[in-house]
């Protein structure tokens, strides 16, 4: 891994995600889970009263990404969702219109350079792949290719 690159965590089997969840609008809610998702039988009752039908996860303080528990480890939802449609999650998942929106059709795969460049800096008008403004405001072109 390279520095600076973000850690992607192996996401659950897909049939496994939907036993778990089902995906309405852009949000995962939790479906009534079998026993033999849990260790006892009273972890499983318990659980399945207080979470079915419910949202699953809670909002980031920071963001607007939704994190989600799922067997002890913690999810990006929408990395949840899009490996339940069949997007491939080995990369980041990139939302096209850089906002809390996790509806399928907004979410894609992309190099984490790819999803640096869709952040809200790189819509101004003055900031282009391949330019950097000096502290006089003059711009600088450059190339790099693999990072050299």
């Known amino acids: 891994m390279e520095y600076g690159q973000m850690k992607i965590l192996p996401l ?9 969840f089902t995906y309405q609008d852009g949000c995962l809610y939790w479906k009534w889970r079998p026993e033999s998702h849990f260790s006892r039988h009273h972890v499983h009752a318990v659980w399945n009263a207080n979470f079915a039908g419910t949202r699953a996860g809670r909002q980031m303080v920071v963001g607007h990404y939704r994190q989600i528990g799922l067997d002890t480890v913690r999810y990006l939802e929408h990395r949840l969702i899009a490996a339940m449609h069949g997007i491939p999650t080995d990369r980041v998942i990139d939302h096209k219109d850089r906002t809390g929106n996790n509806s399928v059709e907004n979410l894609r795969p992309a190099t984490q350079s790819q999803h640096m460049m869709n952040g809200t800096g790189w ?26």
């Open 12 to 20: 659950p089997p897909r049939e496994y995600l939907h036993e778990c």
């Open 123 to 148: 819509s101004k008008k003055a900031a282009r792949v391949g330019t950097h403004q000096k502290k006089n405001g003059t711009r600088v072109a450059y190339i790099r290719v693999n990072g050299k």
